[in-house]
């Protein structure tokens, strides 16, 4: 049975990890999933991407089409693909992540946002929307321990955006989350095993 499930949240919250937990989680359980993530997955998109985590001199409205630009090859060439040969699709980011960068990070009008979001996605929306939640001082020192452990200093574009950003960034996912029963929100600050478990357990409920 196709389903799509997206796994939301701010910078440094986990949520690289989870997804991909989570397609093993499918995958132990015999159902065929695959993951994706935004922007990238797609020639076109990876270019996009690095575009788009590199270039600190982008303007606002230039980054809002270069992600739906990213999506809407992501959907044409990896999501309908896989949903119509009955996958499942656990992507790492999807539209909402564009509403809280940047309509409420940036921003840029959300009623802007939403007609883009819903052109490149052509309408689809997620079966299942997982938010991983933290305090936004946790999430930023999570990132900066990476940045340093992995020396990534280049892809910096959000990371290094003030903590006021982020704030909005993550007020913004939690202002979406509790405007419809299709996203849970999950304490991402708990053990990883933990959150697995949290995850799985909602997921699963997707195919009673
Ligand atoms: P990540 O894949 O490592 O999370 O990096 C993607 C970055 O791009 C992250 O900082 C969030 C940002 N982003 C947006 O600003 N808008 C979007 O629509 C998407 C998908 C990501």
């Known amino acids: 049975m196709s ?20 397609v093993n989680n499918f ?3 015999n159902k065929e999933a695959i993951l994706a993530r935004e ?24 980054e809002l089409l270069l992600f739906q630009a990213a999506r ?6 990896i999501i309908f693909p896989a949903l119509k040969s009955n ?10 992540s564009t509403l809280a960068y940047q ?13 883009l979001n819903n052109i490149s996605t052509q309408n689809l929306e997620p079966d299942l929307t997982i938010l991983l939640d933290m305090p936004v ?30 704030t909005r960034v993550s007020n913004g ?13 999950v304490n991402g600050s708990l053990d990883i095993n933990q959150i697995s478990e949290i995850i799985w357990k909602s997921v699963k409920n997707l195919f009673d």
Do not use: C, M
């Open 39 to 62: 922007p990238g997955g797609t020639n076109i998109g990876e270019i996009l991407r690095k575009i788009l985590k590199n270039d600190k001199n982008i303007e606002p409205l230039s």
């Open 137 to 166: 001082e946790e999430a930023i020192n999570r990132t900066s321990q990476r940045q340093q452990v992995s020396q990534q200093i280049t892809e910096t574009n959000f990371e290094d955006e003030s903590i006021d950003f982020h």
């Open 72 to 77: 809407t090859e992501l959907i044409e060439k």
């Open 87 to 96: 996958k499942i699709v656990v992507v790492d980011r999807y539209k909402d």
């Open 3 to 22: 389903k799509l499930i997206s796994i939301e949240g701010s910078d440094g919250t986990g949520k690289t990890t989870q997804s991909l937990a989570l």
């Open 173 to 185: 996912f939690r202002t979406l989350a509790k405007k419809s029963d299709k996203w849970i929100i």
């Open 27 to 29: 995958k132990k359980h």
């Open 103 to 115: 309509g409420f990070g940036r921003g840029l009008d959300i009623e802007l946002i939403n007609l």
